[in-house]
């Protein structure tokens, strides 16, 4: 079987060291996450795998010859070609030859007779079918079609954006079929169907291994069926199972890990003790046998358990059970951009908003917070609400400005010791404070804006992707937080897993009207799938299954579906 033979000593970057002691198999037909928290080497390690990066201490053995390609986006030195030229280059074998057979058939239409044009037009041609020339273009418009960039094919590389210049990276290479794929990242800029579209291809059309970086969890638990951790500066641990699994197993080995840690620091502990209260006395031959005793012992490493942030959100008073209310509403800018017939949001209610266009998930949240008027129709909001409102791009934050001048832009005012101790929650070292915002990762600016929201009484929060830039441990506590936290959370999303674990509404805007579905991401998911009216609620208050559902299902697919829905509901 190919594979590759990964061995790495050493690798680091002005003293400070980034990779050690890695040493595995990555086989031909492997799905891998390579997971754990920012800053610990995983691209880089990627990067080493596909030969970007070669200074290392170490070998990779390519055993077999596979062929391994990394996504990057595009950046071409021809910006003028089109989108569909630029996936043809994969194919630049297969197009050398169509363009020698369209000059041999040219040949054949001047030369009809020449039996010797002719038995070459058969040879080329033979060829040409042998490495499936006259499939690559289907391959080409059924993987362009499953990223939405059909309609980009005939434009220059120079008119589309770097999001799209993603999906057209991603279509390369997956036409191009290595056997073994590098994605870092690949979902952060494509939209949620190209995200559910690349998971169904990788799982039902793809026969080659890939290795995968990514913190959509949903994602890894779908597409990989291992999953490897790097520590900071340690050895990769291997787990054979999917992400959620992971999680799970990660937990039960770290505490065994510990536990066994602890009593040998104990056994230690008594021994020399032990050694110390004998080794001036009578007994120092006992003391020194002892003592060579434990110098002979093999100590065990102390486990890493991260460090991992805590979020906090301030709820105060009372608000009327009425939070908004929408009736016979159009929402646009000049022009409607969308209908709502009517529509509530009420006390304790979790809404996820689903929509098709960009610009119309920010006309809908900055109409809510009153910043936007409605074009037409009935709008109400409840007397007492106190809005906390997190935006994806930060634009609560001046980034030219210190962390300590944000807060004070805020009107939070902390001395720089009570502000270090604050800070530390979410994990910000303290010579932050000092740095202007625009110098941090965007994991720090993240956390920033949510450390000085922290700070402020609230009733009901509105979040714009809030789980973008964050690591895994990042997201897991801020879905603790928010779980937490007592009144009406309306949130953006594309993170399936943060919203499956959250939602409990779901704002659907399509076909240029607003629809309400009951229950989460993958309540919706099924309905679609099975034909089921979006807006029926599949499950009452005590999760029990609704009677029409019943009616819509065979009964092995009724119990099935119970048994899975309702264990996660209670």
Known sequence: MKHLRIKIDKYE????????????????????????GNGVGKTTLMKIITWEIKDFDGKIENIGNMSIWYLSQIYS???????????????????????????????????????????KYTSLLETFNNIWGYN?????????????????????????????????????????????????????FIDMKSVEWLESYLQNKWWNGYLIISHDREFLDKTCSKTYELQPARQIHFYHCNY????????????????????????????????????????????????????????????????????FFDYTGDENERILYFKEVFIGRKEPLFFINELYLNKWQRVWIVWENGAWKSTLLKTIMWQLEILDGIFTRGKWIKIIYY????????????????????????????????????????????????????????????AILGQKESNFLIFDEPTNHLDYDSRESLEKAISKYKWTVLFISHDRYFVNKIAEIMWIIRDW???????????????????????????DESAEMDMVLLEKLWEKEAKRIKEKFTRRKK
């Not at 434009?155 to 954006?161: A, H, M, P, T, Y």
């Not at 104990?266 to 009578?282: D, G, P, T, V, Y």
């Open 13 to 36: 970057i002005d003293g400070n060291i980034i990779l050690k002691d890695i040493d595995f198999i990555l086989n031909e037909n492997d799905s891998v996450a390579l997971v754990w």
């Open 77 to 119: 030195d021809n910006e003028d070609k089109t989108v569909r030229q630029e996936i043809k280059e994969w194919f630049k074998d297969i197009c050398e030859m169509e363009k020698k057979l369209e000059e041999v058939e040219k040949e054949m239409s001047e030369h009809p007779e020449n039996m010797e044009i002719i038995e």
């Open 136 to 188: 690559y273009n289907n391959q080409i418009h059924n993987v362009a079609n499953g990223m939405q960039i059909l309609h980009l094919l005939e434009r220059k590389l120079n008119e589309i954006s770097g999001w799209e210049r993603t999906k057209v990276a991603l279509c390369k290479i997956l036409v191009e079929s290595p056997d073994l794929l590098c994605l870092d990242e690949p979902t952060n």
């Open 244 to 311: 959620s699994k992971y999680v799970e197993e990660r937990e039960r080995v770290e505490e065994k890990k510990m536990e066994e840690w602890e009593r040998q620091q104990e056994f230690i502990k008594k021994e020399e003790n032990l050694i110390n209260r004998f080794r001036a006395w009578s007994r120092a031959g006992f003391a020194a046998s002892r003592e060579k005793a434990l110098d002979r012992l093999d100590k065990l490493d102390k486990p890493y358990i991260p460090p991992t942030p805590k979020f």
């Open 391 to 450: 935006s994806q791009l930060h634009e609560e934050l001046n980034k030219e400005k210190t962390v300590r001048d944000n807060f004070l832009n805020h009107w939070i005012h902390m001395e720089d010791q009570t502000l270090t101790g604050y800070l530390n929650y979410y994990l910000l070292p303290r010579e932050c404070i000092d740095k202007p915002v625009k110098y941090l990762s965007g994991g720090q600016i993240s956390k920033v804006l949510f």
């Open 513 to 539: 009207e607003l629809s309400v579905s009951y229950g989460n991401y993958e309540d919706y998911r099924y309905k679609l799938e099975h034909g089921i009216d979006i807006e029926m609620n599949l499950f």
